[in-house]
């Protein structure tokens, strides 16, 4: 084996390790990037039932109303 060979071997070793480590970080960044798209699930998961639960009290209120103003009309023209 002369210089050469060498040399490019001790540069392919350092390159693999450094490209081991840039690995390591990036698996590391994608648990954390994981982790945080689980919560930000589970949040969009409650504001969607807090918002179903709003949309059925509206249209709650609309059928009220409706019926309020049902009742008053058939009052009303009774007379």
Do not use: F, N, P, Y
């Given at each position: 084996?002369?210089?050469?060979?060498?040399?490019?071997?001790?540069?392919?070793q350092?390159?693999s390790?450094?490209?081991?480590?840039?690995?390591?970080q990036l698996?590391?960044?994608?648990?954390?990037?994981?982790?945080?798209?689980?919560?930000?699930?589970?949040?969009?998961?409650?504001?969607?039932?807090?918002?179903?639960?709003?949309?059925?009290a509206?249209?709650?209120?609309?059928?009220?109303?409706?019926?309020?103003?049902?009742?008053?009309?058939?009052?009303?023209s009774?007379?």
């Amino acid at each position: 084996m002369d210089i050469q060979e060498a040399a490019e071997g001790l540069a392919r070793q350092a390159a693999s390790e450094a490209l081991a480590e840039c690995s390591e970080q990036l698996a590391m960044a994608g648990v954390v990037l994981g982790v945080a798209g689980v919560a930000e699930a589970e949040t969009a998961l409650e504001e969607a039932d807090l918002a179903r639960e709003i949309a059925m009290a509206g249209v709650t209120d609309i059928a009220e109303g409706a019926a309020l103003l049902g009742a008053a009309d058939t009052a009303t023209s009774g007379k």
